[in-house]
């Protein structure tokens, strides 16, 4: 298991979201400083012309939309802002089964997160738009060895009200990926001497069948019990 590739959200329990503010606005629309992301179902098809750009303002505002869904566990909203053919490689999968199966894990490792910041970043083409958002990531476990939150910077590209990729960035300055340090390496280590006959990276891999959830659920609530 690589340091830099955990899923979040995910991102993400019941906790309130404290989210950039962007503006949500159709391509080639005036934007509207009061106006939110439209849900791919039921925003109207763009024109051939309108299609061919995606405003800054409106990939912002899917982005965090999509972050708040994910962090109140919303599986209907979060994937209605997902591309069929989407690319994840920070976050569960992006299927709705497989959000749920993702979500479930993090539940099950007491891990939430609350979207921070999201910010323009450099995109390929009109056509897409990328935002750069920060979130910060909680957990029991890490708390209870006395670890301060972390960060995680993504970054998500938009196309037409919909999200195309959402890749984890390892080496922004002000948002170091550090979930190993603060999350798994206390658990790790406590598994070692609790259950020296698995690995948290044996683990890791079998977090979403039943089995694998129930593995987390038992050892996670051991280690708050002993720590």
């Not at 993400?12 to 005036?30: N, Q």
């Amino acid at each position: 298991m690589t340091r830099a590739r955990l899923p979040l959200l995910l991102l993400i329990a019941s906790l309130a979201v404290t989210a950039c503010t962007p503006t949500a606005t159709e391509p080639g629309a005036t934007p509207s400083t009061e106006a939110t992301a439209p849900s791919p179902e039921t925003t109207a098809a763009p024109t051939t012309a309108e299609a061919t750009t995606t405003s800054p303002e409106l990939a912002s505002a899917v982005a965090s939309s999509y972050l708040q869904a994910a962090s109140g566990r919303d599986l209907e909203a979060a994937a209605s802002y997902l591309s069929e053919t989407v690319f994840l490689d920070w976050g569960p999968a992006g299927t709705a089964e497989e959000l749920a199966a993702g979500w479930a894990w993090e539940d099950a490792f007491t891990v939430s997160h609350m979207l921070d910041t999201c910010k323009d970043s450099e995109s390929p083409s009109a056509a897409i738009e990328v935002v750069q958002c920060r979130l910060l990531v909680e957990s029991e476990v890490a708390a209870a060895a006395g670890n301060d939150p972390a960060h995680v910077c993504i970054e998500v590209a938009v196309e037409e009200s919909v999200i195309k990729s959402i890749i984890a960035l390892d080496s922004e300055a002000d948002c170091p990926m550090n979930y190993w340090e603060y999350m798994f390496v206390p658990f790790s280590d406590w598994l070692a001497e609790a259950h020296p006959e698995i690995t948290v990276q044996e683990m890791y891999a079998d977090r979403t069948s039943s089995e694998g959830l129930a593995l987390w659920t038992a050892y996670t609530q051991e280690f708050l019990a002993d720590n």
